[in-house]
């Protein structure tokens, strides 16, 4: 086993791997994400709308008392105008005058109550509509940005299995205990296994620790898998491998 050839199979393979990594973050975090949000703006949105729409309802409702009220009060003023005329004492015809007065003033604040909630009515019902319109433009664009997202799932899903498939190509020509031990650490931190070392700054790339001069000779002489002190990753340098 050339030590040098097995690192470099694994930084190819970590290529691999943090394509997985990503894809299936997006996958499993950020669409689903992003699906959560959409619903929910649009949910809320609609939940607004049936709001208003309850409260046109009610407006119509109101209304339609008001509008019996008035049929009832009108009824009582007719009635009461029929009975003058079977009135005996002038004392009774006037409390009757005085009646019917006080009826025709109660019906004419119903026709104001019910001219101003018809007012009220076609200010809400206009309103309504845009909003209908405004909340079926968004169902439609919600609906689209759903589809859009799901059809990226199965890309994704296609991807990494295409992935998956190189992977276990580039990895069936790994040393086992290598490949363990990188396995194992692409698990615990993150999908990264592998850290390049910065020459010039003499930093690891992943953790952005200082790694001594030492340690990059150990990595030149590819006696053994030389790990980050910080990060705990394989450390390799990309000049090495003409990357
Ligand atoms: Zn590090």
Redesign the pocket.
Known sequence: MVLKEEIYKLVQLQDVDSQIYNLKSKKDNEIPKELDNLKNSFETRKKDFDVFSDKLKQLQVKKKEKELDLATKEESVKKSQGQLFQLKSNKEYQAKLTEIASLKADVSLLEEDVIKAMDEIEAADKKAKEEKSALSNEEKKYKDMETQLKNELTEIDAKIKGLEEKKSNLAKDIDKHILARYEKLIKSRYGCAM?PVNIETEN?G????RVTSQKINEIKMYDQLVL?E????I?YLPEDFSL
């Open positions: 850290a690891c992943a953790c952005n620790m980050c910080n990060c705990v990753r450390l």
